[in-house]
């Protein structure tokens, strides 16, 4: 199962990215700031979390740590292994999926059904769906590489599997992970070189399909309607995002200080989760803003840098992985920040890394040893070490 | 490496151009971050002010109001009302059912004002005592607020109502010295900007704290002591005699300082509900025909005139004297009297002779100065001026009834003051309910001599052979006039009366003028001499033995009328 356990010792210099696993840490650290204090004032109000102010601040902090010792198991795992496990563990994370619409055993919160309650805590399938898919599709692509062209046999059966995800994540409903799970796919595709006009007519598709959900689902247009004018009904629909608004405005360019914000107190909705940007906005102003938009920019040029190593290797499934990686955080977090300044309508998607939230962060975590597995062996290749 | 394919091609300008999308996406973000948090800023920061930033009265202490001595009339006593935030207000049925007892309300009554989202301040409960809206907040109800406010006490209650007025229920005056000392008493409010968060707490102060200036105290003329006195018996008065009202003033006859001034019916100004209109202070916003206490004067004018003294006789057989289609009438024939014993019998025949003998002008004049037809200037909301008519338009008639106190209205209040002339050797004082420093100017009217004389001819009406035998006062010497005047009503008078008697003492050096007015006794006796005199001699008595007055007379100079005695009655 782990062959290079044996070779370990033989390798010398350094031997990961240290930029993309500083990046995370500084992610994460500054997220679990972020998090407690856009949590405190709220935590010590609500009886849910009996009134402690470290409520969030202490979970989120296990979270990370949990989500740090499965990365270093994770990493533990070579990339070989991902690729041979990728149909089973995507069945897996479907399984999962259908498991969360099993009343029972699906929890809903807030007239969504996104989570598995377990005995101590619950999980997020959703949110390992994202990394599965990514995986999956990776692996798909080079196996069916030669096939690209093909609408029947490249693109057919990667659409139906797209349309089982799709129905069951809008059943939750979850519309938000479906549309990170399907720019995944359709990036890795992409990349894999699926025939441009299959890729046009697809593109096309999707737009349509978005469009006949939007219209057809009240909840969903409602929202988009609130997202488009919500100084129209800024204390019904528009109630979230014109707080979120009157936080970026409130932050100007250095913020009002870390701990400052007013916004938190019990105006803005999930402060600590889906709109946490809009705290970091109001503390920490436009300069904390960039440091998330730079430290996501980061990330994505270390994921593609590592890809790219990865080519020259011919380790292709490690490449389209690391790149549909890239494309899950790039765009979980420019939509989570585009929901935060109103450029998009309100998804339930996190802030990777930085969102309170146990599944999010651990899956992230996976993700990130994976990312640091694929560089770590890209070295012992171009050093002539066997992985 | 089985699982690399070596057919598989990735173009790199695929990859190029994800990345290029990819960084656009996230560039785009730092445009809009750019317009939220610079260029549209102020939109935003207004919009949050408006939601979060709030200006906060700080209440100003109003101030005390207090008799001469310093005691308390109207107070502000803090209070707590229990407020809430529908929209954050959660109860348990348990909550619910303590927070209903201890605010005594209903808990449906609660529950519907609490289900009301669509505000977020509803009053619960308003004005509760400190210890109870501490319970309240010890419920640990989310949503639910105290507020501190401030309360009108008045510890004399109905007896100072009158006068003081009273409050709204924003501490403003609404009727009284409250309302016309408004400015005075109410201070300036402070203010204060703040953040506050979604349950109301104050986060931060926005800027420096205007701190409020407290109200200034207000020291009345009143003495309480007395005021209560003649609150108690004019009540008594009013009672006995099922009158429909009554009023009485206490003055300083050294000073015109008002020492009392009560009325009935009254009201408590500490919950003062449908009051109507109880809340009057008749002694000055009600005008009415003063009667005979207007003769001192008419005397006095013909005294001044140098055309009578006080031994000069008038015939005023038979009783009744005719001017033109008029007759006036007295209450019998008194057939030749003095001046003096016109006063004392009360005959409206020889008042009437006197006036005519005089110029109208002369006569106007000095009843203006008297301050008949104008406000005494006292301080007090909805004074009333009364009527004299210009003397132009005098008709004999007119001008001989007026010598007895009909066809003119007057106040108590002037009344009273009117007669500070005979008090204080002829000089009229101006009158106030602020306790005054200063001794203050009278304005001569009269002469000493004048003065002196009226002062002694009103001696002998509480005496035997007088209308008012029950004025009189143990071991001090009163002198005083009744007043018994039919009411005016819809075509002409009616068989309802007003009984009124003025009066001071010591006569010698008269300290006090104490004024009474009995509107429609209606218990069979109507005379002023019968129903005002004995509140006259109750209060004036018990006045001058509190306040320690050295007596001018011996404590047996009561003469009792004997049984047998015709009780002298004023023509009404």
Known sequence: MMPMLANRNKVTGSTYDQGLLWVTLILLAFGLVMVYSASIASAEVKSATNHQSTYFLIRQLIFIVVGLVAGVVAFQIPTSVWQK????????????????????????????????KLVFFQIQPSEFMKFLAAVYVADYTTRKAALMDSFRHGFMPMLAVMLLVGGLLLNEPDFGAFAVIASISIAILWLGGINYR????LLIMLVIGFIVLIWTSPYRLQRIVGYMDPWADPFGKGYQLTHALIAFGRGEWLGVGLGGSVEKLMYLPEAHTDFLLAVIAEELGFVGVMIVIGLFAWFVLRCFSIAKEAISNERFFSALLAQGIAVWIAVQGSINMGVNMGLLPTKGLTLPFLSFGGSGILANCIAVAVLLRIDWENRRLSKGVPV | MAFVQHTIKLPVWRRRLLLVLVMAGLGALVGRAIYLQSLNKAFYQKQGDARYTRSLTLYAHRGTITDRSGEPLAMSTPVESIWANPVDATTTPAQLEKLARLLNLRQDEIAKKLENHNREFVYLKRRISPELANQVMGLRIPGVYMQREYRRYYPAGEVTAHLVGFTGLDEKGQEGLELKYQDWLSGK???RH?????????VEDLEAVKMPQDGHKLVLAIDRKIQYLAYRELAKAVEMHKAAAGAAVVLDAKTGEILAMVNLPTYNPNNPNNIGG???????????????????????????????????????????????????????????LSVAQIIQ????????????????????????????????????????SGRLRNYKDWRPIEQATMSYGNGISVTLLQIARAYTTFANDGELLQVTLIKSKDMPVGQ??????????????????????????????????????????????????????????????????PKYIVAVMIDEPSAGQYYGGAVAAPVFSAVMGATLRMMGIPQDAPNNNIILPSPNAVEVKEAA
């Open chain 1, 198 to 201: 299959i890729f046009v007519g």
């Open chain 2, 444 to 509: 001569q009217v009269f002469s000493a001599a004048t003065a002196k004389s009226v002062r002694a001819m009103l001696e002998l009406v509480v005496q035997p052979g007088g209308t008012a035998m029950k004025a009189q006062v143990m071991g001090y010497r009163v002198a005083g006039k009744t007043g018994t005047a039919h009411k005016p009503g819809v075509g002409g008078y009616q068989d309802k009366y007003i009984a009124s008697f003025v009066g001071m003492a010591p006569a010698s050096n």
């Open chain 2, 194 to 202: 703040v953040i506050k968060d979604r349950q109301g707490h104050i």
């Open chain 2, 278 to 336: 109880k809340s009057r202070n008749r002694a000055i916003t009600d005008t009415y025909e003063p009667g005979s206490t207007m003769k001192p004067m008419t005397i006095a004018f013909g005294l001044e005139s140098g055309k009578y003294a006080s031994e000069t006789q008038l015939n005023t057989a038979p009783g009744t004297y005719k001017i033109g289609p008029a007759t006036i009438h007295d209450h019998e024939n008194y057939g030749v």
């Open chain 2, 345 to 384: 019998k009360s005959s409206n025949v020889g008042a009437s002779k006197i006036a005519l003998s005089l110029e109208p002008q002369y006569m106007w004049g000095i009843l203006n100065q008297l301050g008949f037809g104008t406000k005494t200037g006292v301080e007090f909301p909805g004074e009333v």
């Open chain 1, 85 to 116: 496990m990728a149909p089973l563990l995507f069945m897996v994370g479907l399984f999962m999926l259908l498991l969360v619409l099993v009343p029972g055993i699906g929890h809903k919160v807030l007239g969504s059904r996104r989570w598995i």
């Open chain 2, 189 to 191: 409010a402070g203010s």
